[in-house]
């Protein structure tokens, strides 16, 4: 069973007493007009007897027959529960008026039955008002539950992509360092200070909801400053970056996936060189990334799916800019290209 706090069963409880004083004052009011000064409090009086007999019935079927036959699609059962509630009402509203006779005039009679079933009809009509309200609210809690819950999946979720890329992302960078460490490269050392700023970032900067546009172009350039020292005057890469705010906010590691996927499935073309070319446009409500390399020399065009770092960032675009982002792929024989825009708003 949940647990409310004090506060809030309290705050429940006041709107409960509001709902059936609210009734109680809009009955009184409806029928004063037609009263005569010395009847306004024998008909308070009788219109707070009534009350009872609605309040039973109403919480009987909002917090009995709705959760368990309701909700449950046991219709014979609810229906019997609206059956014995209306049997309820007619039998509570003929004692009632007798309570009231014997008051008014001290001695007791019998109210007919074909006097009540007005009466009856609209106290099943408060009821029914009384029920549909908490419908509503058990409808408006659970929807809230739901939002929360699938919130909390989609949080759950994107850390676990993330764990995912940081091996992936490792592993690549590793390789780059072996290469060069093969190589007897005099920028090993440079290749191995590059990776200790990166796992900087990831240890401390990839984590959070949120980070700055500035350390992602940071990370990029890391990265793409370890590639370079692999593979030397080869690779051409040329960068444009048009930024409005370097300090703006977006999800962390969006665009590294991209450029680890250039340098995992790219290479030198038929002119002899290994080029990336890279374009980014930040404005305060879109993002555009534009980043194409070319392909190996006689490299078929095929389509791919892509490997565990397009996988993950497709995941996490869906997650954290959900119809708020464009992803296109394009793979042909002589280049590799990616078009990623943001809706950032």
Known sequence: MKRYSTSHRLKLL????????LYALSEYLANVMHLQAAQYYPFLRSTLLSLPALIIASYFMAWYAVPHYLKTDKWLRF?????????????????????????????????????????????????????C???????RRQQKLNEALIKA???????????????HFLFNSLNNIYSLALMKSDHTADSILMLTELLDYLVYRANMDTVSLQKELQLL?????LEELRHGDKLKIKMEIDVEDAEMKLAPLLLLPFAENC??????????????????SVTSSNLYFHIVNSQKAQKEAHTVPGGIGLQNIRQRLRLIYPDRHQLTIENTAQTYRTQLSINLE
């Not at 009679?109 to 009540?116: A, G, L, M, R």
């Not at 309200?133 to 409808?139: P, V």
């Not at 999946?153 to 676990?160: C, D, G, H, Q, R």
């Not at 340098?263 to 980014?280: A, E, N, P, Q, S």
């Open 221 to 225: 350039e890391n990265y793409i400053g």
């Open 14 to 21: 006041g709107l409960h007493l509001t709902f059936w004083g």
């Open 133 to 139: 309200l908490h419908i509503i609210a058990d409808y």
């Open 263 to 280: 340098f995992k499935h790219g290479g030198v073309g038929t002119d002899g060189y290994f080029r990336i070319d890279i374009k980014l």
């Open 79 to 131: 229906l019997a529960c609206v059956i014995l509630v209306g049997v309820f009402l007619f039998y509570a509203r003929i004692k009632w008026l007798e309570l009231i006779n014997y008051l008014e005039n001290h001695r007791h009679y019998n109210i007919p039955p074909s006097k009540v079933v007005k009466n009856v009809i609209r106290d099943y009509a408060i009821v029914a008002l009384a029920v």
């Open 153 to 167: 999946k989609a949080e759950a979720e994107i850390k676990l992509l993330k764990g995912q890329l940081h091996p």
